[in-house]
Nanobody
Framework: QVQLVESGGGLVQPGGSLRLSCAAS????????MGWYRQAPGKQRELVAS???????NYAESVKGRFTISRDIVKKTVSLEMTNLKPEDTAVYYC???????????WGQGTQVTVSS
């Protein structure tokens, strides 16, 4: 059974930092592209950051220089370090694991991030 379990969301003031983590089980973690997506109320889900099998990273323009994605292949975790948070970063953040090899696309349950004073 595949599970992606996010943690680390919460309420933070503008300019603050948060670290999200996603623990994966039931997949061959090293063969998946892992990503973080977010969905704000009334908006479509959008890619925030991703890290490929080879370790290449990709970021949305709006978070470049502020967010950092990383992974631990041994622990099967992917993290998103978020700094200088802005109110527009408020959203539910979802962990995603995707593999073209296995034709698989898995999602976590989401964790709320609220940036407000």
């Amino acid at each position: 059974q595949v599970q992606l379990v996010e943690s680390g969301g919460g309420l933070v003031q503008p300019g603050g930092s948060l670290r999200l983590s996603c623990a994966a089980s039931g997949i061959i973690f090293s063969l998946y592209t892992m990503g973080w997506y977010r969905q704000a109320p009334g908006k479509q889900r959008e890619l925030v950051a991703s890290i490929t099998r080879s370790g290449s990273t990709n970021y949305a323009e709006s978070v470049k220089g502020r967010f950092t994605i990383s992974r631990d292949i041994v622990k099967k975790t992917v993290s998103l370090e978020m700094t200088n948070l802005k109110p527009e970063d408020t959203a539910v953040y979802y962990c995603n694991g995707a593999s073209t090899t296995f034709r698989a696309d898995y999602w976590g349950q989401g964790t709320q991030v609220t940036v407000s004073s």
